[in-house]
T-cell receptor, first 109, second 112 residues
């Protein structure tokens, strides 16, 4: 079967750096997405990786290793507004999007 | 409107009743999706449509039906609601540089 694993919950301190990991086992791979979802709101697109390496976008970066079936989302200079769930999703060989259950990130002052 | 809208925002429904959740997008995206999101389970695909006039079943289609008469609208119907269909329902469409999905604000449905 197809599977995406993420930690259920993480806690970090305002101003610090946090890394949220995602491992996947899917039938084929055509790209990996990270989404942010604040409580009670819809998911919003953060980043996309299809080639190995790091993609940087402001305070957020996303890394992909296709050979390891692994990605991480790196959040720098954490702010209270970064408290949210972060969802990892993978396009399989049929371009069907497979979703992880999400990681709830709690930021403490 | 800009993006995707859903209606109603929330609804309490008696078991056995029929209910249609509405979804409209103005981005002219071909593909649209319906998900349900339950605590601890993440997003699960109910039905999808790759283009107007076509629909397909997702991971959890039982008890739900959809139609796609035109590009903009993608309604989801619960023929006879059951308590296990209590959930938050998100409609999405895909497009953009990476074919990423854009989500509507969601409908919170409670079936009693």
């Amino acid at each position: 079967g197809q599977n995406i694993d993420q930690p259920t919950e993480m806690t970090a301190t305002e101003g610090a750096i946090v890394q949220i990991n995602c491992t996947y086992q899917t039938s084929g791979f055509n790209g990996l997405f990270w989404y942010q979802q604040h409580a009670g709101e819809a998911p919003t697109f953060l980043s996309y990786n299809v080639l190995d390496g790091l993609e940087e976008k402001g305070r957020f970066s996303s890394f992909l290793s296709r050979s390891k079936g692994y990605s991480y989302l790196l959040l720098k200079e954490l702010q209270m507004k970064d408290s949210a769930s972060y969802l990892c999703a993978v396009f399989d060989s049929n371009y069907q999007l497979i979703w992880g259950a999400g990681t709830k990130l709690i930021i403490k002052p | 409107i800009a993006g995707i809208t859903q209606a109603p925002t929330s609804q309490i429904l008696a078991a056995g009743r029929r209910m249609t959740l509405r979804c409209t997008q103005d981005m002219r995206h071909n593909a649209m999706y319906w998900y349900r999101q339950d605590l601890g389970l993440g997003l699960r695909l109910i039905h999808y449509s790759n283009t107007a006039g076509t629909t397909g079943k997702g991971e959890v289609p039982d008890g739900y039906s959809v139609s796609r008469a035109n590009t903009d609208d993608f309604p989801l119907t619960l023929a006879s609601a059951v308590p296990s269909q209590t959930s938050v329902y998100f409609c999405a469409s895909s497009g953009g540089d990476y074919n990423e999905q854009f989500f509507g604000p969601g409908t919170r449905l409670t079936v009693l």
